[in-house]
């Protein structure tokens, strides 16, 4: 969209507002809300929509005007004859945010976590703290939309850059040998997801992340010029995940974990190595994901690989299956314990006969045993429990996560309360 067409933000529809209301200013008072104050995990989309929310019921017939900032920042411009509801307000807002140093340690930090302005003789002080507020967004659409432009121009760069020859895949593995790999080390979960959408954890994915890899060591390389030698690229960073796997001071490993790897790196020298590292019951810890195109590249390498990791206590997943693959992919005569469905919105638009593809999939290989994976979105969740679907993986499930963690901690602090409380009251008697 042109600028010229740019829809205002909301700190360009304040600036304007507070411009009106000098001539208005007299009884009105402005309440700044903090939000942006607050540690990020406490500030997410819906926190900062929970907050507004009791501000919200407080606007009526000209009684009150609410802006909510790009930085979670709460401006709500009201007549005074609310004020008491507007304390109201504040200290529920409060409460919601009980468990941070914000509010819970304020004396310390020293931050305010609300700040009321008079509008009649602070009028001044009101425009220039918007003003303040509107610019430094204005730097930060800048400084986006810059990285953006830097990000596609990197893009376009490596797509039309040094093609991914023998001689640069060279150069690329000496560098990754001396390289600490382990900042470029990913950890997304697999969840097992009620119809309340709580999650509960299962195993969970270590991956290197080839995009933040790239991005960061190879600006100038189009490693998907060659397919063979990035294949050969894939098979160097297996061999040296498995030894920051093996060496636990390198990256953090809790819980049942799974790690994608090339068939020929399961039959190699390194990953016998790992293997007699590791105890017994590490290893019924862990889940090898093998991608279905290595698979099917070598089906008689895969099957000796397959019966030798299974025999010594792994588990084995099928990744990258697709609506498309799936029904001319037998998981069971391929001995795999799990699988991973991609999900695409198209799913939802496939009509019966998909839906009825997938149902038959997940009770061919059972509920228990498939993964459906690149979950953005609740429409993925919502659309895997119509199919039988019960275990997911992917952005909006790390989501859900964070803020199951969230509450939990606010039960936790509320018990707390409570029990203090009570103590308070049997001190007294």
């Known amino acids: 969209m042109a600028d010229n067409q740019r829809l205002p933000s909301q700190e360009e529809l304040l600036v304007n507002y507070v411009h009106r209301l000098e001539k208005l200013k007299r009884g009105r008072s402005v309440l700044h809300v903090h939000l942006s104050a607050l540690r990020p995990f406490n500030r997410r989309e819906q926190h900062i929509r929970a907050a507004a929310s009791n501000l919200e019921n407080l606007i009526g017939a000209d009684t009150g005007q609410l802006f909510t900032l790009r930085n979670g920042d709460l401006f709500f411009v009201y007549k005074n004859s609310i004020k008491p509801e507007i304390e109201n307000a504040i200290q529920k807002i409060k409460f919601m945010f009980s468990d941070d140093p914000l509010i819970s340690d304020a004396t310390e930090h020293g931050a305010s976590f609300s700040t009321n302005y008079d509008a009649e003789t602070e009028y001044d002080r009101i425009l220039q703290q918007v003003q303040g507020l509107a610019k430094a967004e204005k730097r930060r659409e800048d400084q986006v939309k810059s990285r953006m432009d830097a990000r596609a121009s990197l ?229 895997g429990h119509a199919v039988g679907i019960q275990h997911f993986q992917g952005r909006y499930i790390e989501s859900l996560i964070a803020e199951d963690g969230r509450r939990r901690d606010l039960m936790k602090l509320k018990r707390r309360i409570e029990r203090n409380e009570s103590e308070d009251v049997e001190t007294s008697m």
């Open 155 to 383: 893009k376009a760069k490596q797509q039309q850059g040094e093609p991914l020859t023998p001689d640069v895949l060279q150069r690329i593995e000496d560098a990754l040998s001396r390289a600490d790999l382990s900042n470029f080390v990913r950890r997304q979960f697999i969840c097992k997801i009620d119809q309340n959408l709580i999650p509960e954890q299962g195993f969970s994915e270590l991956f290197i992340s080839i995009q933040d890899l790239r991005e960061t060591m190879l600006p100038n390389v189009n490693l998907l010029s060659n397919r063979w030698l990035f294949q050969h690229l894939t098979q160097t960073l297996d061999r040296r995940m498995l030894s920051m796997l093996a060496k636990t001071d390198r990256i953090t490993i809790s819980g049942e974990i799974s790690f994608n790897i090339n068939v020929s790196t399961l039959l190699a020298p390194e990953f016998l190595a790992f293997d007699d590292n590791i105890t017994a019951s590490r290893r019924g810890a862990m889940v090898i994901e093998l991608q279905k195109e290595d698979i099917f590249s070598n089906l008689a390498s895969y099957l000796f690989a397959r019966e030798f990791v299974q025999a010594k206590g792994y588990r084995v997943l099928l990744d990258g299956l697709t609506v498309q693959t799936m029904d001319i992919i037998d998981m069971r005569r391929l001995g795999a314990d799990l699988a991973k469905i991609v999900w695409h919105p198209d799913m939802v638009d496939g009509g019966e006969s998909v839906h009825s593809r997938l149902k038959n999939f997940v009770t061919r290989c059972g509920a228990e045993n498939v993964v459906l994976i690149r979950c953005d979105a609740r429409e993925a969740v919502d659309f």
